[in-house]
């Protein structure tokens, strides 16, 4: 197990590292940020004193090593549009966006994980088709036609839910719903398939021949069986979740990171969009690897290959 997760961690040191050239090149790839953020009235003068105030005035390579010892610092340096660190930007915009997918992700499991079991156990039947539909439906709709689709219903033609911001619990129910939504649809057909497996293997048909309940068997030695491709998938789901919020939060005006990210990008200022992207990406390599150690634990032989 020490050397798996030794393993594991030098990957993601490896990955980490690489990620902060590509973060760093596809920010400036953006074009200069002076001409966004000084005023049209400001003078040559200002232009360059500002770019000289952060380091722009200096050759790629040599921003690139401050940038990187900065990191290695935990500094990203201060938001050309706020004039506050970036980090903490970052940091105070991740809550809610980790809130929105971790709601989303449990709408996800309690819609999908049922669905799936139920069709598995009752094949060609109208309940198996009926979740099959519903699986297509929810993979071929886009989450913002969703979230725009139920702002219409829930909103406006029938106003009992808020259509935007933060704070309460009936803000988290659309966009939760829109992104748990898409999420099921997944979770619903990988549960549905590898039950169906797991219903077929030889061990289940051995402990129904003894006589063992069926709710047993489903629950305790199927549906365990059949957990380790869905817990994996489940973990990089949230992943998922997490860069789809982007498009979400916008549709609801949901003061997370990727609306952060959006204007950032829009302002081109590199530091917060520096910050957040490392942010999240340091996020969904933790969860990765706790995916992994939690399959090593399900299926010691994983540690052991």
Known sequence: MARFLLTRLGQAL?????????????????????PLVLPSEATEADRAFFRQQYGLDRPVHEQYVVFLRNVLRGDFGISFRYREPAFDLV??????????????????????????????LRPGSWLAATVRGYASLGQAMPTFWTGL??????????????SSGYGTAANFVLPAVTLGFYASASVTMLTWANMTEALRSDFVQMERV?????????????????????????????????????????????????????????????PVVQAAVMLTAVLVMTINLVVDLLYAVLDPRVSRS
């Open 210 to 270: 003894l006589g063992i309940p069926r709710r047993l068997i489903v629950l305790k030695h199927a549906l365990r069986n059949a957990s380790l491709p869905i817990v994996t998938y489940l973990g990089l789901q949230f992943g998922l979740l997490l860069g789809g919020a982007v498009v979400t939060e916008r549709v609801f005006a949901w003061p997370g990171v990727g609306q952060m990210l959006v204007d950032a990008i829009l302002n081109r200022d590199y």
């Open 91 to 120: 940091l105070a915009a991740i809550g809610p966006t980790l809130q929105l997918a971790g709601v989303s992700m449990l709408v996800a499991i309690l819609l999908g994980l049922p669905l799936g079991i139920a069709a598995a």
């Open 14 to 34: 490896v990955t980490l590292a690489l990620l902060t050239v590509l973060i760093f090149v596809l920010a400036r790839l953006t074009g200069d940020p002076t």
């Open 149 to 162: 689709m139920l702002i219409f219903v829930f909103a406006i033609s029938i106003p009992v839910l808020p």
